[in-house]
Antibody, heavy 127, light 106 residues
Framework: QVQLKQSGPGLVRPSQTLSLTCAIS??????????WNWIRQSPSRGLEWLGR?????????DYAVSVESRITINTDTSKNQLSLHLNSVTPEDTAVYYC?????????????????WGQGILVTVSS | DIQMTQSPSTLSASVGDRVTITCRAS??????LAWYQQKPGKAPNLLIY???ALESGVPSRFSGSGSGTEFTLTISSLQPDDSATYYC?????????FGQGTKLEI
């Protein structure tokens, strides 16, 4: 059974970089059938998908337009984990951040739904 | 981005009731819709994907239907444990988007 364990600071200063890690057990970050996503949730923005990374003979990443100029998602295959880096943060980036595994239809249609989630980390952006 | 709109925003019902939550997409998403249940302080939990496919381990009182732009989540006989907020998510294509949520009070 896949488990996702998140880690990272709960407080980030404005204009700094938010960095979180998601350690995967029970699956591989290099899986050729899954994708690995970051999603955040705040009262003002609801659930917001931020981006994903996946491996299909090579690595691919996609980012939400709302954060694409500030976000980077990386993987560390030796540690079987992925990371999120969001720079130039403002108080509007205050949210609970989740990593989640994305599953795809075996028939090849559509995008992914999220069947496993990390525990979530509340990140507050404040001086 | 595809906008997802849920109704109602809040719903109050009793144990044993049948309840339905609706989710509308701003454009056709075929059958590519998922439903999640979220309890306070917890991550969302997948209930349904591909509009009507029940995730393993989810009670059979949960069911989903719909295609195109209109979808429903039905709970056939409410249980006390079903008190939660429910979200729809389109998985037609990234960027994935979620509805604003329906809070179900029992």
């Amino acid at each position: 059974q896949v488990q996702l364990k998140q880690s990272g600071p709960g407080l980030v200063r404005p204009s700094q970089t938010l960095s979180l890690t998601c350690a995967i057990s029970g699956d591989s970050v290099s899986s050729d059938t899954d994708a690995w996503n970051w999603i955040r949730q705040s009262p003002s923005r609801g659930l917001e998908w931020l981006g994903r990374t996946y491996y299909r003979s090579k690595w691919y990443t996609d980012y939400a337009v709302s954060v694409e100029s500030r976000i980077t998602i990386n993987t560390d295959t030796s540690k079987n984990q992925l990371s999120l880096h969001l720079n130039s943060v403002t108080p509007e980036d205050t949210a609970v951040y989740y990593c989640a595994r994305g599953k795809f239809d075996l028939g090849g249609g559509g995008g992914s739904w999220f069947d496993s989630w990390g525990q979530g980390i509340l990140v507050t952006v404040s001086s | 981005d595809i906008q997802m709109t849920q109704s109602p925003s809040t719903l109050s019902a009793s144990v044993g009731d049948r309840v339905t939550i609706t989710c509308r997409a701003s454009q056709s998403i075929s059958i590519w819709l998922a439903w999640y249940q979220q309890k306070p302080g917890k991550a969302p939990n997948l209930l349904i994907y591909k509009a009507s496919a029940l995730e393993s381990g989810v009670p059979s009182r949960f069911s989903g239907s719909g295609s195109g732009t209109e979808f429903t989540l039905t709970i056939s006989s409410l249980q006390p444990d079903d008190s939660a907020t429910y979200y729809c998510q389109q998985h037609n294509s990234y960027a994935y988007t979620f509805g604003q949520g329906t809070k179900l009070e029992i």
